[in-house]
């Protein structure tokens, strides 16, 4: 490969003291029996695609009212974003209903939202109480707060107990810094999510490391066979199909990391900041679950995010370490309603739950319920509110504007892919320390390199290949982002997140490099 030259500014490092290697849920569920793959021809009137919360409840539920599903998992239950979760259950998701009750039709999008999530706490309960599933199910109030703005969380209160919600503000905390003000909503909800997930999936049909490779005429391909259903839901995060439906473009993906703390005081109820720098806490069991540093997917280039979380945790809670450390991805729609209903008015046979907007494990109950009810035939009092096809739906003032920044996100990253990379000398790619990714040239063409604890360099393509965005390296992570559409690679070309499909080309450079 021909000369390279290191562009410095590209040059990133990793994060030094802080090695993420999953969630306190993970560690701390018993593996699960894996389920065998698909192999041969399987007929079912739902498939469901997707093993995580959602798809699992959708399922759960179908069943539960009589409907014969399946579900078609490409990794194994669990394995996404429901196991990187904070886990709280609660109709509290910032400061939506102030919003909400902005726009011309507000009064009824607000009251549907509201009931939507209420109902779902109220289903969560049922749902554990009546099985008697053991997932450290335990209800207390849950709480906004802001060092900054507290007219905003009086508007919020006002908006919120407008529909009926347990909301009232004060200035009374648990927590180890004075606030400006807080929000409390009583009576929601916490748990472990891996625990409530492989409770109600042992009474499913599943087939895991089964991905669906094609989806035609009511016959779903896999790897290893094909299934033959009459509904189709998907529940995979981010809808992998661009047409019909076209979610690439009313989507975004963003991230957020959390640390457990061991021995971390039980604060009594759970908070999360509004303040653009605000932190997120919740007790769990022996530990405080503490999270923020949230950003764009594919938007990350300095790193230190699990850094500035530590210096946070070491200040406001000295002397409880830093067990487990992780980082979750969360699909946000342009008006923050989660898109639950049918896939596209071309497919009425079709239907989707994606865009939870950071709420994943109410969303994933509120979109379930509907979905059930849709398949069924039933009435369901918030389905306008949640349908992707809801009229002027993108139109809203707040749909509007963050559509244009999606847009034009886009723009820029095409943009960058059309300029070419420096190249750097022989010798100063050498140079590369181990743990950091550049971006540069070579023979022409322009690659993702980075340098393992080995020694290594591993070079990847950086074309995205959802829909052709240039990638860009998280630190953090050791990934390939993509700030387009959210979709991951790891270093050595594996796909971590969809929209995409498939990996990157990758290979290991001579020594010489």
Known sequence: MGGIKINAEQIQTGPKTINPQGSLWQAKTNPAPLRPALQGREKTRTAVIGGGMAGILTAWLLKEAGEEALVLEAAEIGSGQTGRTTAKITSQHGLIYGRLLENKDGGGLAAAYAAANQTALAEYRRIIEGRGIQCGFRQLPAYLYTRENPEALQAEEKAARSLGLPAAFTLDTSLPFPVMGALRFDEQALFQPLDFLRALSKELRIYEHTPVIKLEDGQLTTPGGLVEAKQVVFATHYPFLNRPGYYFTRLHQERSYVLALKNGPD??????????????????????????????????????????????????????????????????????????????????????????????????????????????????????????????????????????????????????????????????????PQGQGIISQIQGEKLGLYRDEAGRLHAVGLTCPHLGCQLTFNPDEKSWDCPCHGSRFTYTGQLIDNPAQEGLHHEILPRRQ
């Open 267 to 432: 604060l009594g109820v759970m908070y999360y900041g509004v303040d653009a720098d605000g932190y997120s806490f919740r007790p769990a069991g022996d530990y405080l679950l503490f999270g923020g540093e949230n950003h764009r997917t594919g938007e990350n280039r300095e790193g230190g995010r699990y850094e500035g979380l530590a210096r946070a945790a070491s200040q406001l809670f000295p002397g409880c370490p830093v067990d487990y450390a992780w980082s979750a991805q969360d699909c946000m729609t342009p008006d923050g309603i989660p898109y639950a209903g049918r896939y596209s008015e071309d497919r009425p046979e079709w239907y989707v739950a994606s865009g939870f907007n950071k709420w994943g494990m109410t969303g994933s109950m509120a979109a379930a319920l509907l979905l059930r009810d849709l398949i069924l035939g039933r009435e369901n009092p918030w389905a306008a509110a949640f349908s992707p096809q809801a009229p002027g739906r993108l139109l809203r003032p707040q749909a509007a504007e963050n559509l244009l920044s999606d847009g034009l996100k886009a723009v820029e990253s095409f943009g960058r892919r059309l300029l070419p990379a420096q190249a750097a000398e022989p010798a100063e790619l050498r140079a590369l």
